[in-house]
């Protein structure tokens, strides 16, 4: 009687970027194209205002990713008991948690901004216990609201991706959980939590790029970010090309570190089905 066949042990291909695929025409061609460019930027374009404002573009940078990290964090911090109350929280919790991100999905992230700097922004002063209190320094400053802005805006996008993430977790493990004899805030600290940020970490990726993209919005409100600053420039120098060419390679190398860094994270958490 023959012996069934056995499987092959030896490792299947892996999915990493053949160093050959670079070579194909099209792609040679892309890349020389895009060289010419940049050679052509650099040799035909003014740069000679780049070192007067270098000083300027770092303090922007430093600014568009200190509003990046903070409010990327704080959002979602928020975003867990959002996405967990609407996910398994009674109604008088997941009815709030749903309108609030109904709300912020639907309307616009400027509006948003504007409504807190302008509207609620304008109020404090009418106040005398806040215009009087410690607090006054800062609420009368812009970036408190930007700040706001953003990370409920984060928030509620995030939000209802944990929503899904929390129902996506398969109940055999939770079930599990509870076999062990873990109580609730235990299942949720070992078991759910980390599954739901496990299945909801490429699209918190994305989600992180955007937020990198909405930030130039701040600048509506006075806050001096990198766009603020390139925006500056444009009206000094009287140049847009040279600008908003140097501002767009920035954007684009902030998002490749961004897409590095979250697809790190990934190999390092990798799913389990």
Request: hydrophobic share 55%; glycine share 6%; proline share 7%.
């Amino acid at each position: 009687m023959e012996a069934p066949p056995v499987e092959s042990l030896a490792p299947t291909p892996s999915r990493r970027l053949d160093a050959s695929a670079l070579l194909k025409p099209h792609r040679i061609v892309l890349i020389l194209v895009a060289l010419g460019l940049v050679v052509w930027a650099a040799l035909s374009m003014r740069w000679d205002w780049l070192a007067t404002y270098a000083p300027m573009i770092a303090a922007g940078l430093w600014q568009t990713l200190l509003i990046l990290v903070s409010t990327t964090i704080l959002g979602f911090l928020l975003a867990v008991p959002l996405g967990l109350a609407q996910a398994a929280g009674p109604w008088f919790l997941a009815a709030p948690a749903t309108a609030f991100c109904t709300v912020i999905r639907g309307t616009p992230l400027l509006l948003q901004m504007w409504l807190l700097y302008y509207g609620l922004g304008s109020l404090f002063p009418l106040i005398p216990e806040i215009r009087d209190s410690f607090l006054w320094p800062y609420l009368r400053q812009a970036w408190p609201y930007a700040v706001l802005a953003l990370t409920l805006s984060f928030a509620g996008y995030e939000g209802e991706v944990m929503r899904g993430a929390f129902k996506g977790v398969p109940r055999g493990e939770l079930e599990a959980g509870r076999a062990y004899g873990m109580g609730r805030w235990t299942l949720l600290r070992r078991i759910w939590l980390p599954r739901a940020v496990q299945r909801a970490l490429p699209t918190l990726a994305g989600e992180t790029v955007l937020q990198l993209k909405a930030t130039p919005l701040v600048a509506t409100i006075t806050v001096v970010d990198l766009y603020a600053v390139f925006s500056r420039v444009r009206q000094d120098t009287f140049l847009t090309y040279e600008p908003l060419l140097l501002l767009a390679l920035i954007y684009l190398v902030l998002t490749a570190i961004l897409v590095s860094l979250f697809r790190v994270l990934e190999n390092r958490i990798p799913a389990r089905r």
